[in-house]
């Protein structure tokens, strides 16, 4: 739950949003001025400001900013029905996380929400090293192997440079983490924290996303857009996926790692930025390289210093002290005692070879906690846990397979474009759905399940039209 503050003089607006963010969930305080809104902020610093320009007395971005002078890192979206080029820019400039003008759609301004919530939660919240099972903080570091006590000590080496740091390891290792660390030990530690990730979102929109575009710079670029590089300045911009990003943009980014300058789409000179570049891969960057799927010139400039993230079958003995922790954060989120694991849990869980790494095993234990019934967790639970065998789940099987085979072939037999882009997206959606069904329609909880981010979740469900009132009330498939 989200502790957001909504700053608007229409009180019907403010009453509709408090309405509307409740049932998601959050938690919703309201002010009718920005005053009103800074001595909040004051009071209690929120996850979240939604505030608008034209307000009484002080305007929307004057009390932005005296916000901001309370706390530097204050994760913001402006709103208004006067919306001008000047107004977005400024708004941007002072470390607005969004820009939007009224009317919006609900869908539209739900998902901006939520990617602003996970932006201020990788810019706010502090990520720990090595936490117990009984500190209170949701994200941490967890690990005393050797291969982890090493990395803890490169991240301390590397974080106070300005050095461009590569972090590398297995999908589900944590890289998130260790970017996030590096950032918080940083002299730029209170600037903005910009995570951009390269495989979620689309190529065609990636480019103008980075470096932002000018008015008319392509059909439908009807005002000027600051891109997230330059709101980052003065910062750290995090890329996850880099080993995905197309060549083309390789190629802007080298300039803007050799020349500390972005061109926006459209526009007629480089702009200066001062940001740290922070990038994160699963790929096998020399390969790419030698195929020519990504430059070996930028391959180059971003290792300048790599920290390497072990897989968990590498940790010896950390499986135990993960367990431990995930099993107490999701016990404190879900609000019921943490009922721990017997020894031979303990064994199943050590047994596992974890391909997933630290995501999979976190999954492992929500699903586990979910279906227990308040005793220790044994071997069964984890297990099934582990491989699926839960009560609501497809049983593995001739009868399954032959399903799932005789939907590949038929449409393989009809052909077409996209026939594989088409099956893939029909498993997506129906695992969507499972994990939405398995959690009673919490976004939240079914993001964890599924190991994405909550806004790469909303944005598939709008993608895949899926909805969740019609899944929670047992009315077959949710896609409307």
Known sequence: MAQILIVDDD??????????????????RTANSAEAGVRAVGEAVPDLVIMDVRLPGMNGLEGFRAMRALEPRLTAIIMTAYGTTDT?????????????????????????????????????????????????G????????????GLYKAIGRVAGTEATVLVRGESGTGKELVARLVYQHSPRKDGPFVVINCVAIPE????????????GAFTGA?????GKIEQ??????????IGDMPLPIQGKLLRLLEERSVERLGGSGPRPVDVRIIAATNRDLEAAVAEGRFREDLYYRLRVVTLWLPPLREREGDVDLLADHFLARQAREMEVPAPGFTDAARRALAGHSWPG?????ANAVHKALIFSRGAPLGADEVLGAIHGDRPGDAPPGDDFDEAVGRFVRARLTRGGEHVLDEVVDHFAARTIEEALRLTGGNRTQAARLLGV????????MDRYAIRVQALVSGRGEGRG
């Open 11 to 28: 009180a019907q607006l403010r009453e509709s949003f408090r309405r509307l963010l409740a049932q998601e969930g959050h938690d919703v």
């Open 88 to 136: 977005a820019i400024e708004a941007t400039r002072l470390g607005a996380f969004d820009y939007v003008l009224k009317p919006f759609d609900i869908p539209d301004i739900l998902h901006l929400i939520a990617q602003a919530l996970e932006a201020g939660r990788f810019q706010r919240r502090a990520v720990a090293v090595d936490a117990g099972p009984g500190d209170e």
């Open 138 to 149: 949701g994200d941490a570091l967890v690990g005393r192997s050797a291969a982890m006590q």
């Open 204 to 215: 065609t929109l990636l480019e103008s996303e980075l470096f932002g575009y000018e008015k």
């Open 222 to 226: 009807t005002a000027r857009r600051v």
């Open 232 to 241: 980052a300045d003065g910062g750290t911009v995090f890329l996850d996926e």
């Open 357 to 361: 790494n630290v995501r999979e095993l």
């Open 453 to 460: 981010s909550r806004p790469t979740l909303l944005a598939r």
